[in-house]
């Protein structure tokens, strides 16, 4: 599985962005897309994710009512970021897994930045 991510950039805060993960390669049953992010001097962070067979939806907390992650026929996978925070601010990595997120099991796509200004 391959996985390319665009749309990053810079956004004031309160305004919002659209990341784009183009998918390539055989995705099998039970395999998870999602979004992490890694903000300086942090550990990488859970976004959210989207199960390929069943559509099952999945955010962290502290994004939900404001990210919205989906995907189309052609296994693109996008996350819309609306009413964005300063603490938003990171490099966001596409994911795909199909053991859990552990590693080994989960292929990265090679990141995009993000920075919202106050």
């Known amino acids: 599985v391959q996985l390319v991510e665009s749309g990053g950039g810079l956004v004031q805060a309160g305004g919002s962005l659209r990341l784009s993960c183009a998918v390539s390669?055989?995705?099998?049953?039970?395999?998870?897309l999602g979004w992490f992010r890694q903000a300086p001097g942090k550990e990488r962070e859970f976004v959210a994710s989207?199960?390929?067979?069943?559509?099952?939806i999945n955010y962290r907390d502290s994004v939900k009512g404001r990210f919205t992650i989906s995907r189309d026929t052609a296994k693109n996978v996008y996350l819309q970021m609306n009413d964005l925070k300063p603490e938003d601010t990171a490099v966001y990595y596409c994911?795909?897994?199909?053991?859990?997120?552990?590693?080994?099991?989960?292929?990265w796509g090679q990141g995009t930045q993000v920075t919202v200004s106050s």
């Open positions: 390669g055989v995705i099998i049953s039970g395999t998870v």
């Open positions: 989207f199960k390929w067979s069943d559509g099952f």
């Open positions: 994911a795909a897994s199909a053991a859990g997120w552990s590693i080994g099991n989960t292929y």
